[in-house]
């Protein structure tokens, strides 16, 4: 703060002298005789010197000329000077001027670490003084006494107004014209005063008259001992002990507070405890000096210090014979939070520290004294609530409720409707309590709906301290985002800060026991480990895949089950049941939430189906398996039981679990989810169709009414999920094949071609631009005529089968001059279609030149007729394409051109049938 205020006044200097040279600035542009406005002058005036003579050089004005002003105006230097402060942060410097100089390092010295305790009431005197200057300026007191060198200041009205100043001189005398002499020394100010408007009453007729104190005289006194800067000083005739002691900068850091004397004449003439004034405001010992006394500050005696609960803690001197009741006054109190009832007292006795724990509750023990050294610390009440319970989850106003004798859960949850958030899950809640001095946990299981209805077996009945926890029905954010009205999202985002503190809070709550027992370990850090460390043990209890695993990189929602039984389940894993197993249980299969839960009170089968957020539409109702690990003459034994769902549900059987057991939950056989098959084009009733698992795609064209008459069946397209995404993984490993390749060539030097790198890169970006299609190869028109040697097509889920219409034209692409189609005609051959089109490249490869059937399949153009006939040309039909293939010759001897190109074209062909349905 000191460094603050210091800063600022030498900006304040800065600014305010830039201001004046920009005002100056324009006043003698505008005219160049001008003389500074009086507001100018009165702005110079209040830099330092040495900013006024660089001003005055660099716009021409005679500083002598402003002192003249100046004294004319009764405004010297000197007075200006004591007006402005005089006491300064210890350690400032000042210049020739007397202006403070900043140093570099001001804000590190006044920095001080805030839990560092400090001795009492020295900050007080943390400043020195600019000047030793006496203060001239201050009211007089009606009890001042008047002595020798005082001015009194007479002003009297009448047939004509006079004013005199008049110094009191040695004889203690003034004289006052036309009056004469007058004994003003010894007397107080007020009887100075009546006795002079007395005699000027008795003796000027028709006059009357003001008397006031002008300048006052100063008086020399003598500061000793431990004072910051002890000496001599002069200071004004009306100034105190304390005053002094602050102009003068202060005492000492070994200084005492509670015994300052003031020596006149060889005797104490008055003792000053400095605890008096600053805490109680008591000056009556705070007595105005005489000239040539003395002010003596002895060392400090002993000190004690008061920490903890307390309103102002801090090292304090002792006096006497204080008490502990002294020392807790002396820090101004304990605060609202304060143990009175363990307080600590540490003192040194025969050379060792020892420490003793008083009850200062009791009225005796704040009489105990105390003594040098001694340590007094006053703890604060535990931050555990009695008489309470925790409402922590999906709730509408988390947080400690009241308890009392017979609390059940619906005296807190009374309604469904505005208790609880829209996510919560009302089949599924949870009551922790701890017993015994081990803090052992009881978990019990409750209907959330049902408690709120009353229903004796679920409204449980609270205990002091309960925890009741109630959680979400989405594991997710995203699920609930998906789920919940956009109100209630808003309404919950205004509160979500205070929810999720308040669950921050009751996860460290159950890990509190956890995180102590780690010696020598950050709290943080073991949390955090033991956070790692649970999954594994878990997983190896029930001999089962990670639990979390399907939930890792999810954003849980924040009362998910996951998130909020964490904690929990890291307590319970260090207690075990009265069979020796840990309480846990694991439920597998067809439910909403499956993994481990708690073992909780009297557990079965349906509460363990309550907590894993019931059945799957998919569960097999007329079985389940519960497998229990029993252990018998000393060896593990597995035992096998089941159970029917459907008499769980309807409460006609149950089962007791135990800790360890694990549910399995079976799915109905041939239970699959919804496939769906979508059928686009030329069909009579295009769309997407649900099908059963093993349908054929005869009988889906059958149910969808077939082909209209201008389907072009051989040109079908059938693609399917898991082709495109097997396509997609090819063309990434040959892109990456590729594109290695490529730069391993341009390192290398190797090949005979001078292609362009440039070319190679944009046709490796046109190989991972193209979209992987998933096309199945189909001879449509055999499978529908029972001719296809591979049988039907069955179908599975995703399938999409293309149909455009009828077509007669022929494409033609890649290596040629014009890359286009022409109209279907049988008298045409492949070379006659390429010499339509201009004709090869000089790159084409003419030796690979091959057809794309309408319905994918690919042959070469050049096909033998027998075994000892020349070759001949594929025989073209209505939808082929022909491809002329690029020579690898001209792209470095790169043996997977022939792929990228094959790639690229077969998917245009594809594509270029879809996009014309």
Do not use: C
């Amino acid at each position: 703060m000191k460094f603050g205020l210091l800063k600022s006044a030498a900006m304040t200097s800065l600014t305010m002298g830039l201001s004046f040279g920009a005002m100056l600035f324009i006043s003698t542009t505008a005219n160049a005789q001008a003389m500074p406005s009086q507001a100018q002058i009165e702005q110079l005036r209040s830099l330092p010197r040495a900013q006024q003579e660089q001003l005055a050089r660099q716009f021409g004005v005679d500083l002598q000329m402003l002192d003249q002003l100046d004294r004319r105006d009764g405004q010297s230097s000197r007075q200006r000077q004591a007006q402005e402060d005089v006491v300064f942060p210890r350690g400032t410097e000042f210049d020739q001027y007397g202006d403070p100089i900043i140093p570099d390092d001001l804000e590190r010295q006044f920095t001080r670490d805030d839990d560092e305790l400090k001795a009492f009431g020295y900050d007080l005197f943390a400043g020195q003084p600019r000047t030793f200057a006496p203060t001239s300026h201050a009211p007089v007191p009606s009890n001042y006494i008047v002595g020798v060198g005082d001015t009194v200041r007479v002003q009297l009205f009448g047939q004509e107004d006079r004013s005199y100043d008049l110094v009191v001189d040695r004889e203690g005398t003034v004289v006052i014209p036309r009056l004469g002499e007058i004994n003003v020394t010894g007397i107080t100010y007020t009887a100075m005063q009546e006795l002079i408007k007395h005699r000027v009453n008795e003796r000027l007729i028709g006059y009357r008259a003001a008397v006031s104190m002008g300048e006052l005289r100063s008086i020399q006194v003598f500061i000793v001992g431990e004072a910051y800067q002890p000496g001599a000083y002069t200071v004004s005739s009306l100034s105190t002990l304390s005053q002094a002691l602050y102009v003068a900068g202060g005492v000492s850091d070994i200084a005492s507070l509670r015994s300052i004397r003031l020596m006149r004449g060889g005797e104490v003439a008055s003792e000053l405890d400095l605890y008096d004034l600053l805490m109680r405001g008591d000056a009556s010992a705070d007595r105005t000096l005489q000239s040539g006394d003395v002010i003596f500050i002895p060392p400090r005696g002993d000190m004690i210090t008061v920490k903890g609960e307390v309103n102002r803690p801090a090292l304090y001197e002792l006096k006497g014979s204080e008490t502990l009741a002294d020392a807790i006054r002396l820090a101004g109190g304990v605060k609202s939070e304060a143990y009175m009832g363990a307080t600590q007292v540490r003192r040194v006795r025969d050379g060792r520290r020892a420490m003793s724990t008083v009850d200062l509750t009791a009225g005796r023990n704040l009489e105990r004294s105390v003594q040098g050294g001694d340590v007094i610390t006053i703890p604060a009440v535990s931050d555990t609530l009695d008489n309470s319970i925790l409402l922590v989850g999906a709730v509408s106003r988390p947080g400690n409720y009241e308890w009392r004798e017979g609390l059940r859960i619906n005296d807190v949850l009374r309604s469904s409707r505005h208790d609880l958030l829209e996510q919560t899950d009302l089949g599924y809640g949870l009551v922790v309590r701890e017993q015994g001095a081990r803090r052992s946990l009881e978990v019990y299981q409750f209907d959330v709906a049902l408690a709120i209805e009353g229903e004796p077996q679920e409204n449980l009945q609270l205990h002091e301290r309960d925890q009741v926890l109630l959680f979400s029905r989405y594991q997710s954010r995203e699920e609930e985002r998906q789920n919940i009205s956009r109100l209630a999202m808003t309404q919950q985002e205004r509160d979500q800060e205070h929810r999720r503190e308040l669950l921050e809070s009751y996860r460290r709550a159950y890990l509190e026991n956890l995180v102590s027992d780690e010696v020598g370990d950050n709290g943080d850090e073991a949390e955090e480990r033991r956070r790692r460390e649970l999954r594994t043990p878990l997983r190896d209890l029930f001999g089962t895949p990670d639990v979390d695993d399907s939930t890792e990189g999810r954003d849980l929602a924040d009362f998910s089950r996951e998130r909020m039984l964490e904690p929990l389940m890291q307590r319970l894993q260090r207690q075990r049941t009265e069979r020796g197993n840990t309480p846990f249980v694991y439920v597998a299969g067809e439910v909403h939430h499956p993994g481990i839960y708690p073992l909780v009170q009297n557990a079965t089968a349906s509460r363990l189906l309550a907590a894993a957020g019931g059945l799957q539409e998919s569960a097999y109702l007329e079985r389940a398996e519960v497998t229990r690990m029993s252990v018998a003459t000393g060896d593990a034994q597995t035992e096998y039981h089941t159970l029917n769902l459907l008499d769980v549900i309807l409460g006609n059987e149950d089962m007791e679990l135990q800790g360890r057991d694990r549910l399995n939950i079976l799915s109905i056989p041939e239970w699959q989810n919804t496939y769906e098959v979508t059928l686009r084009g030329e069909v009579r009733f295009p769309g997407t169709y649900a099908i059963r698992r093993g349908e054929k795609l005869t009988a889906l064209i059958e149910r969808a009414g077939g082909f209209t008459d201008f389907a072009f069946v051989e040109g079908a397209v059938f693609t399917r999920k898991e082709l495109r995404q097997q396509e997609r993984q090819r063309m990434d490993r040959l892109a990456e094949e590729l594109q290695r390749e490529i730069a391993s060539n341009a390192i290398t030097g190797t090949g005979g071609s001078n292609q362009p790198y440039g070319e190679m890169r944009t046709l490796l970006g046109d190989l991972m631009a193209v979209e992987p299609i998933g096309r199945l190869i189909v001879d449509l028109p055999r499978v529908l005529a029972g001719e296809s040697s591979t049988g039907d097509i069955q179908l599975k889920d995703g399938d999409v089968l293309h149909v455009p219409s009828r077509q007669d034209s022929i494409s033609i692409m890649g290596e040629v001059q014009m890359a286009t189609s022409y109209r279907y005609d049988r008298e045409l051959t492949v070379s006659d279609y390429i010499n339509m089109s201009g004709g090869t490249k000089q790159k084409a490869d003419e030796r690979r030149i091959y057809v794309v059937r309408a319905n994918g399949a690919i042959e070469p153009h050049r096909q033998r007729r027998g075994w000892f006939s020349s070759t001949g040309s594929a025989e073209l039909r209505p939808g082929d394409a022909i491809i002329v293939p690029l020579n690898t010759t001209y792209t470095e001897n790169l043996q997977l051109w022939a792929q990228v190109t094959s790639i690229l074209y077969n998917s245009a062909v594809a594509v270029a049938a879809i996009n014309s349905i």
